[in-house]
């Protein structure tokens, strides 16, 4: 071992101690008869001293030919530091060292090996190994690594197996592209990545394992953006004998076991909201409840007044900004141009301020009356002072845009506190979504999912009006987590099949297995994945996942660093019985 | 949840509590008047007992419907059995079921599920799920996932972080065969699925990341045996500042530790043992310990007494196999057939018997006086009793041969004990291996292996004197883990690329992101990988690895439960910008 102790470890209590340290040099001070270097390794940093005076020759030399980025194995003795260093945990003593070696040299960097670096993005990812010397993306890997063994410990202690499911599966054209991986052995045919493990978690319930977790790299061929990787962590989960009540206990308790372990935060009890009313109440499936501002559905009060604009729309919707009134014209139209971007489509933006001095202006004066105002004020729960902002359109572009328009205020306002967490359970989605394209339903979640069984009864004529035993958790406006209780009957499932449009050879040829397993006593099972990729930047409080993998992908798709994809020798290809395209 | 209780929880201590128990039909025996079920879940076994008398008329007519590998759900009392059971945990109780739902009815399993089964291994193959019910496989796949944990409790204990390496990264020509993946956004490119993560794990340490590991799935696209995979499980561990005594050390204590927690056995010290000892000693890099029966060089001996056959050989082994004397004829020819099979390769086998009464037999009596041969059998540590085997041949050959020959002999000896474990660290293994085919030299382990310090001097000149850094852990003669310390200086590793035949721009295609790491202060470093498969098979004391995999794939490559691998749609295949050769 090139070392007795590591940068990190040594303490007042270690002086006159002669220890032996490597690592890299973060920094050298250079006084002329005084040299200080800072010694940096994974575990922190210790200072190191050379006085020429009392150090041999040789070793006052090599010192001064270090650079940053050297790395150098040391021994010496500790002692206490004259002007002591309580920002590091190694601030109360220094080493003076008797012997260096140089175990490798380093070139200037391409950008500063410090907190704040001077390297932009690109040149970080190409880098990225000198980008993980950093701090802030070290931090990153080690709080991943912390949730990866706390999950664990989590699931192992509650008697779930943990079992790997295979990397070279089926391909199935239903949901996002996969990727897919030609097959040598059996020429013409593919491989497909998992995008999830979903139908063998489903039968390792079929083979009675009862409780079932994997952290497990799932895979999707779509365009990336910032949240998105083509490859991904989850935490895959499923259960037998259980209900949706079991599944919300259970992985409730498991998310607040991490805010436990993780931060020290008790998050309390997890609401559960309904899927109607996440979307009425916040426009969204995805709520972020760290701040109130509810919508108010003012068609009552504002239709029939002669504002054709309000008149004419499927929807109406209020929020209430307290304590906006003294908004500027500017002010609002900043907001009104928001509202108008093309990703939002609203025509326009309706404010009714309720003034200090009792009085209200609004934009639309001429249509309503004092007396029409005031209801909608107290429709708003809006107080002297406050902001009402209404938005009028089609239904679910409406509560979309008033959405976008809630976060908007919430962040302009400060009500977002990234330091709370504010998780909830929606549930009672709808289990087909109509696609106006394809000209058929969807699963909003997957096939798999079932139908809540007072539903049944409209599931031939009215399938959108069939709810789902499906759930997700949204913690502070993120979707982490989501899952549902199986369809675990044949028939059940095939009628699903048929209803989302295939036809009893493609449901055999893609999903036949399952529906085999369904013929040998397949128990009631359910289950959840969460984004584990998510729940790393969400403990985090950052928005992108990139920095919490080690080495992530670009949003071409491609890995800079190691140059990848890249192309392939025609020998390779002719192997596997496939060439390019012209 | 639909129970209370597990089908392995009840006690006689849970006497006369209302219980409700979920699981599978395992069998039913009706008296008429009296019916039991054996109701199954993973945890164990439950008697139920439905008595016409005392059950209500639909509950008993229920149980009476019931078929092997029904799902049902049962409410009921316990009560203690008449006739106890010891063999099964809850022997001692049986449940009076007082209602039963079926949750799901079953047809005939195409084979029983019982711990010897009827069903062959394609069937078992096609109906995983139903083959994972019985518990040989289930407790397979629990002794995995204890295995996993316990891998994971030691490391995460040892202060090692766990990083994801990616899945999705580039093809590199060396080694074996890579399985590749088209990308879509990139056309005409590929990814290629990783072999190992060997070049970013050795950047986690050019990160300075010191102590990572990881339990990660790793792709070869070889031809398949039975102990091989497609896909397969990695425990991959590097280390930095660091040299290989303390690997021998750290992974050392590891092995120990899984087999004290799994099994409860002590393997005690590890002994270390040179690669040419190896050979010499039992003509292979995994030699099984668990029986002594070393090779004798025997030329000096028996050269140069005018038997061609040994005159002419370049190695003359022998090996003694105690109390043989008696081997008849008939026993040495079959020895004789084995050595002249096509894959061993011997021209015949000669044998020497120490008989019991002092005389000595063998097949080349008219060559050698009884002087010789007592000269032979003290070389060998022969006693009276015993039989001496020799082989000759061209070295490399014979080593081989003599070694299947020595694993033959103690199988039919019996000596080697299934419920021993003897490990062994194989060193100093040779850096390259003369290739005759391609007429070059290639990497006994890969081409980032360091070479020992000592034979850099003879690294331009006689490449295949150097040794390498390297390390195999050998357990019963199996190879179960390797590794090496690595290069991690730049000019040295661009030599070594050149002795390989790289071109500097073929090294800087495949690899020029590691020489570029090394310029930037890369720290001495080296680590392992296991093969995780292999563990769990031995610590089952088996020898396929296809049990202990939840959904393995047969020679083929193919996965004959889901079907795969499969054909794809032209029309994904044209989105990625690849087409089916003609």
């Not at 200080?36 to 575990?43: C, E, G, K, S």
């Not at 295979?166 to 391909?171: F, M, R």
């Not at 001429?366 to 909608?376: I, N």
């Not at 409209?458 to 209780?485: F, Q, W």
Request: proline share 4%.
């Amino acid at each position: 071992m090139l070392r007795s102790h590591t940068c990190g470890e040594l303490r007042l209590s270690d002086k006159g101690k002669d220890v032996h340290l490597s690592g890299w040099v973060q920094k050298v001070r250079d006084k002329g008869k005084l040299i200080w270097i800072d010694l940096r390794d994974r575990y922190g940093i210790t200072q190191l001293i050379f006085e020429e005076e009392n150090t041999p020759q040789e070793v006052f030399e090599k010192a001064k030919e270090c650079g940053r980025e050297f790395v150098v194995t040391v021994k010496g003795e500790v002692i206490e530091r004259l002007s002591k260093n309580d920002t590091i945990d190694t601030g109360d003593i220094e080493v003076v060292v008797r012997s260096i070696e140089i175990l490798n040299e380093s070139e200037v960097p391409p950008f500063t090996i410090e907190d704040n670096t001077d390297g932009g993005d690109d040149l970080r990812m190409k880098y990225r190994y000198l980008d993980i010397r950093r701090s802030p993306i070290k931090d990153k890997l080690f709080l991943r690594h912390k949730l990866l063994k706390t999950t664990r410990d989590f699931f192992n202690d509650a008697g779930f197996i943990e079992v790997e499911t295979p990397v070279l599966i089926k391909s199935t054209p239903e949901g996002a592209r996969d990727f897919i991986v030609p097959s040598r052995m059996n020429k013409g045919e593919f491989y497909a990545l998992p995008q999830s493990p979903q139908t063998f978690k489903q039968l390792l319930m079929v083979s009675g394992l009862d409780k079932y977790y994997q952290l497990v790299k799932c895979f999707r061929d779509e365009d990336l953006r910032s949240d998105r990787q083509p490859e991904f962590t989850q935490i895959d989960c499923e259960m037998s004998f259980i209900d949706q009540s079991d599944i919300i206990l259970t992985f409730g308790l498991f998310i607040k076991h991490l805010f436990n372990e993780i931060l020290n935060v008790d998050i309390g009890e997890i609401p559960i909201m309904n899927y109607d009313d996440a979307i009425n109440l916040y426009g969204s499936d995805k709520p972020d409840l760290r701040f109130d501002m509810k919508f108010r559905n003012v068609s009552d009060i504002m239709k029939g007044k002669g504002f054709n604009v309000f008149d004419d729309a499927e929807s109406v919707l209020a929020i209430c900004a307290p304590e906006c009134s003294t908004y500027s014209r500017k002010d609002i139209d900043l907001l009104t141009d928001f509202v108008r971007k093309p990703q939002i489509g609203s025509k326009g933006l309706v404010y009714v301020k309720l003034n200090e001095d009792g009085s209200i202006k609004s934009s639309i004066d001429k249509f309503y009356s004092v007396e029409d105002l005031k209801k909608l004020s107290s429709q708003c729960n809006a107080k002297k002072g406050d902001l009402i902002l209404i938005l009028a359109g089609e239904k679910s572009q409406n509560l979309n845009a008033m959405s976008e328009l809630r976060l908007l205020m919430g962040k302009k306002l400060e009500l977002i506190d990234n330091n709370i967490f504010k998780p909830v359970w929606i549930i009672d989605f709808p289990l087909f979504i109509w696609d106006n394209e394809t000209k058929r339903y969807h699963s909003v979640h997957h096939p798999f999912t079932s139908p809540v069984l007072d539903d049944l009864k409209t599931l031939k004529n009215e399938p959108e009006k069939v709810k789902a035993n499906a759930y997700d958790l949204v913690i502070n406006g993120v979707e982490i987590g989501g899952g549902s209780i199986r369809i675990h009957d044949r028939d059940l499932q095939e009628q699903i099949f048929k209803i989302l449009g295939f036809s009893n050879k493609e449901a055999n040829n893609q999903f036949g297995f399952l529906l085999d397993a369904f013929r040998y006593g397949t128990p009631p099972h359910g289950g959840i994945a969460f984004g584990f990729d998510r729940i790393c930047s969400l403990f985090a409080g950052e928005e992108s996942i990139k920095d919490f993998i080690a080495f992530p992908k670009n949003t071409s798709g491609k890995d800079v660093m190691i140059d990848s994809p890249s192309e392939i020798s025609k020998d390779h290809l002719d192997e596997l019985g496939i060439k390019l395209s012209d």
